[in-house]
């Protein structure tokens, strides 16, 4: 192992002195001259991409709620909080609660065999013969965390006030 020691390092011939000297002034010379410092756009565009995909994060995570009520579904023919709902409750043993699995299968069976019809008031009686219409149905999630199924596309819920219910 060697040490550096400087009374013994050799001194440079007074050439070689000066033109490292002159080397070392002229890299700082440049360095000083050429800040380096990234174009403003560049960055100001990396900000803008961070803050609106976490925004969007945040956004599509507090914009979703987990079904929590599993032995009720709501059955919508509008999309209005206000409106009439059929809630539907599927059966289980006796002194059980049943659980409604997929509150959207449950509802748009109702459409399909014509209990439910998009934009009327009850919930019909005797429906006709054969297949009926199904909308286009959302799963939001109501506040007792029960699933309402709507009428609509998707942002429906959104502009309903709920949150979507959170896929499994």
């Not at 409750?89 to 299968?105: E, I, L, W």
Request: hydrophobic fraction near 45%; proline fraction near 8%.
């Amino acid at each position: 192992m060697s040490y550096f020691h400087p009374a013994r390092m050799p001194v440079l011939p007074a050439r070689r002195r000066r033109a490292a000297r002159l080397q070392l002034e002229e890299l700082v010379r440049l360095s000083a001259r050429q800040p380096r410092r990234r174009p403003p756009l560049v960055v100001a565009a990396a900000i803008a991409v961070v803050l609106i995909t976490t925004g969007a994060a945040a956004f599509a995570i507090a914009s979703s709620a987990p079904v929590t009520n599993k032995h009720l579904a709501r059955c919508f023919t509008v999309a209005d909080t206000s409106g009439a709902d059929t809630t539907v409750a599927v059966a289980g043993r006796p002194g059980t609660q049943g659980q409604v699995k997929n509150a959207h299968a449950l509802c748009a069976a109702l459409y399909r065999e014509g209990y439910l019809k998009k934009g009327a008031k009850r919930v019909a009686s005797h429906p006709g013969r054969g297949t009926h219409p199904v909308p286009h149905l959302v799963i939001c999630r109501w506040g007792d965390g029960t699933a309402a199924v709507f009428p609509g596309r998707k942002g429906t819920c959104a502009r309903l006030g709920l949150p979507a219910a959170a896929r499994r």
